[in-house]
């Protein structure tokens, strides 16, 4: 059974060699973050200088077996560093999280892939490396290669691919073995017409199969079409927590308010 909990999470980027500004002149409290441009928080050591962005903060959540969580927010909300947690990319600073299951994670369209080996190759090296048994991978490989749609570009070098090649065969590949928690990017809603079309259609169909599906993006339709619940993320936050029409709703009614106080 999949089931992923978080529970009081914070991650701070920290920033190392950087010139000093006018910010750390500002008068501020020493032992708290602040808010900046409504959209971050900046973390300052006791003489007042700013030593890292707080990209989480009080974040906590629980995903069971079957769900399908849409992350929603403005960028800079902190969708894509909770997605790299989840991976296991970034570890909490505070708090913890635990993740049970197989997991999936395209939080980068190039992340595990070898640009020097073919795409062929990439296949058999994924494959090994999400944990699957040889046999496991030469079975999907002719399903992976037809549904990537490369042809011949299947036993030539991944850097000779365009970055819509390389999206294709890396969602192929991810999504030809059922992991237990699948953890998607934006990246996913790239691509022409007809690949959008059968990649909603074929994650639907893999996360009907699958446990959990937790997918950032921008795009409502792309997150309706494949979440049932959604987490609306702000300056680090969970704002809200509900069924994702419920969320998207509110977060388009929250952007039209701010567009009309600034007219």
């Known amino acids: 059974m ?18 000093r500004s006018s910010l750390d002149t500002q008068t501020a409290p020493l032992d708290a973050g602040e808010d900046f441009g409504g959209t971050q928080r900046l973390v300052r050591d006791k003489r007042g200088y700013i030593k890292g962005v707080r990209a989480l903060d009080g974040v906590s959540f629980e995903v069971e077996q079957g769900e399908r969580i849409g992350l929603v927010g403005a960028n800079g909300s902190g969708k894509t560093t909770l997605l790299q947690v989840l991976a296991g990319i970034y570890p909490p600073e505070e708090g913890f999280v635990t993740v049970e299951g197989r997991t999936t994670s395209l939080v980068n369209i ?7 080996a073919t795409g062929n190759q990439n296949i058999t090296l994924r494959g090994l490396a999400s944990g699957r048994k040889r046999s496991e991978v030469e079975a999907r490989r002719a399903e992976i290669a037809a ?3 490369l042809g011949e570009f299947i036993d030539l070098p991944v850097d000779t691919y365009s970055a819509g090649m390389r999206m294709r065969l890396n969602f192929a590949i991810a999504t030809a073995f059922e992991p237990d928690v699948l953890i998607l990017d934006e990246w996913l809603s790239a691509g022409d017409a007809k690949f959008r079309k059968a990649a909603s259609e074929r994650m639907s169909t893999f996360v009907g199969r699958a446990g959990i599906l ?4 921008h795009s409502a339709s792309l997150l309706q079409a494949n979440c049932t619940r959604g987490l609306w993320l702000h300056d680090g936050r969970v704002r ?8 998207l709703a509110a977060y388009e009614a929250s952007g039209k308010s701010q567009t009309a106080a600034q007219e």
């Open 110 to 116: 190039n992340l595990g892939m070898r640009s020097e």
């Open 214 to 217: 937790v997918l950032a993006s």
């Open 147 to 149: 549904f990537a749609g």
């Open 240 to 247: 809200m927590d509900a069924p994702i029409d419920d969320v």
């Open 2 to 19: 999949s089931h992923i909990l978080v529970q009081d999470l914070a991650v701070t980027y920290p920033l190392f060699n950087r010139a």
